[in-house]
């Protein structure tokens, strides 16, 4: 059975921090893209980072500089680490795995206060 547990999401203040995991099981995680997608209240779900089986990394252009995203194919996690948070990235993070089918997990919200 495939699951993505995502955590770490909660409240901040504008330019504060948080950093996301998601934590992988039932999936041939080392050979997996994985990656982190957001949806915003009443927004489709964008994507925000992915990061292939190698480590390269790709980020969406209103993150770059501010998200990392990260893996640790031993412990078979994914994260996200967010800094200089806005309150346009209020709203929930997924985690997605990106080899085919793919596979989503329940998401964490996350809330940037002004």
């Known amino acids: 059975q495939v699951q993505l547990v995502e955590s770490g999401g909660g409240l901040v203040q504008a330019g504060g921090s948080l950093r996301l995991s998601c934590e992988a099981s039932g999936i041939s995680f080392s050979i997996n893209g994985m990656s982190w997608y957001h949806q915003a209240p009443g927004k489709q779900r964008e994507l925000v980072a992915s990061i292939s089986r190698f480590g390269s990394t790709n980020y969406a252009d209103s993150v770059k500089g501010r998200f990392t995203i990260s893996r640790d194919n031993a412990k078979k996690m994914v994260y996200l680490q967010m800094n200089s948070l806005k309150p346009e990235d209020t709203g929930v993070y997924y985690c997605?795995?990106?080899?085919?089918?793919?596979?989503w997990g329940q998401g964490t919200q996350v809330t940037v206060s002004s």
């Open positions: 997605k795995s990106l080899m085919s089918p793919g596979y």
